[in-house]
């Protein structure tokens, strides 16, 4: 009987020593994939970034900055309005003059939708 016993406490123990060498695989593999996952992330920050700045340089080289563009339009709009200005002071007195002959010649007519009733 005592070697039964003895039988059944060194299978417990079997059991025991498998249960934690189970549970130690698991622990490692649980390390392992969160490990795994923590790279995998840093990888895709670092495939992010280097995309990110590539896209930048491709977007500096072909449209320049953005405050090229700012300054390019800025000056784009001083031409422009400086033309306007020129424009109206050579054709400011040729305007006025006619605004003025319009508004003091005036002949009256009947208009052509005028019908006489009977």
Not at 47 to 58: A, G, L, P, T, V
Not at 87 to 110: G, R, W, Y
Request: hydrophobic share 30%; glycine share 2%.
């Amino acid at each position: 009987m005592a070697s039964q016993s003895q039988g059944v406490q060194q299978l417990l123990a079997a059991e025991k020593k498998a249960a934690e060498k189970v549970s130690e695989a698991r622990k490692r593999k649980n390390r392992r994939l969160k490990q795994a996952k923590e790279e995998a992330q840093q990888e895709i920050e670092k495939y992010k970034q280097e995309r990110e700045r590539s896209f930048k340089d491709n977007e500096a080289k072909h449209h320049g900055s953005k405050d090229d563009i700012a300054a390019k339009i800025e000056a784009d709009t001083k031409v422009k309005i400086e033309a306007m200005n020129r424009s109206v002071v050579a054709h400011k007195e040729q305007t006025i003059q006619c605004l003025i002959n319009m508004v003091c010649d005036i002949q009256p007519q009947v208009h052509q939708n005028y019908r006489k009733q009977a």
